[in-house]
């Protein structure tokens, strides 16, 4: 038995974002990964992976995001089905840009099409925390919620899951700019410290809530003055080439903030699309990179939508 196709788009998305390491996350317009499935007698099976970083993504279905996470759909919804997967990388792995995530979230998004969408989407999210914690070493769902439920996201607890979706000002901007460097989600977190000091901690809530604030009041000094953060970055920064000199050439271009994508090794720049200086930040960056005899590859995008039936 082989079903009809049926074909998803998963964006990619920035997490921590700042103050708020495995907690916040924003969905991006573009780029996305795409996700194919149809039905099958059973089992899972992923017969093509193309796109950027395709060659070093695994097509067992035990270690490959995608397919761990819609077997954990398949199995909550008592499926008696497989599904037999193509998967379209737009976002390359190791990137700080949610790739994971995306294919994480698109698989389970795509598998609950496939039963039905008998899954309500925090159980949705749920599955594909699942394949990243299984993938990355730690359970995280900042990259999936957002990926699920689009917009800006903050989850207020893991256990019980609780997440919270906010529409992010229009005006927000995004460029990202991504070095050729890969930084494994899986090794940027053995770098960070086990305990904080309750001095970063106290730092660390306040621009949170600030942030959030931003975020729901539209008031985009708010944010740009909100994205700072005293212990995961700093521990990161060793594994990003130029990090900071890359911020610093955002911020000169007149960004409301640039700092480190996820786990790196991704650049964020958040700024006003009223100010059109969205392809002034993007040259000063690649700039950097080109002056290093680095390549980086670069979007300028701004929050978009979560995963969506194509
Ligand atoms: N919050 C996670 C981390 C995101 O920073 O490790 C990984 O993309």
């Not at 700042?18 to 099976?45: H, K, N, Q, Y």
């Not at 904080?196 to 708010?222: E, I, K, T």
Request: aromatic share 6%.
């Amino acid at each position: 038995m082989s079903g009809e196709w049926i074909r998803v788009a998963a964006p990619a998305t920035t997490s921590n974002i700042g103050p708020g390491f495995d907690t916040f996350g924003l969905a991006m317009s573009e780029p996305c990964d795409v996700i194919e499935g149809r039905a099958t007698d059973s089992g899972i099976v992923i017969s093509e992976v193309t796109g950027p970083g395709s060659e070093g993504i695994p097509t067992d279905p035990k270690v490959n995001s995608v397919s761990i996470a819609a077997e954990q759909v398949l199995k909550r919804c008592g499926a008696d089905f497989g599904i037999e997967l193509r998967i379209k990388k737009g976002i390359r792995p190791c990137s700080g840009m949610g790739s994971s995530g995306a294919s994480a979230a698109g698989g389970a998004f795509l598998a609950n099409i496939m039963c039905g969408g008998r899954l309500g989407p925090t159980e949705v999210i749920l599955c594909a925390a699942h394949a990243e914690d299984v993938i990355s070493g730690g359970l995280h769902a900042d990259n999936v919620s957002p990926c699920i439920l689009g917009g800006f996201t903050a989850i207020r607890s893991y256990e019980p899951f609780d997440v919270i979706r906010i529409e992010p000002p229009a005006n927000l901007g995004m460029v990202v700019a991504l070095p050729d460097v890969m930084v494994a989600t899986w090794d940027a977190r053995q770098v960070l410290p086990r305990e904080v000091p309750v001095r970063d901690l106290v730092f660390h809530v306040g621009n949170a809530s600030s942030l959030v604030y931003g975020m729901m009041a539209g008031d985009l000094a708010a944010i740009g003055r909100s994205v700072k953060d005293a212990v995961f970055e700093p521990a990161r920064a060793g594994l990003v080439p130029h990090l900071k000199e890359a911020e610093r050439a955002a911020m000169s271009a007149g960004a409301l903030a640039s700092f480190l994508g996820g786990s790196g090794p991704c650049i964020m720049s958040f700024y006003d699309r009223g100010a059109g200086i969205g392809g002034i930040i993007e040259e000063k960056v690649k700039a950097v990179y080109a002056e290093n005899g680095m390549g980086c590859d670069t979007w300028v995008t701004g929050p978009g939508a979560g995963c969506r039936r194509l």
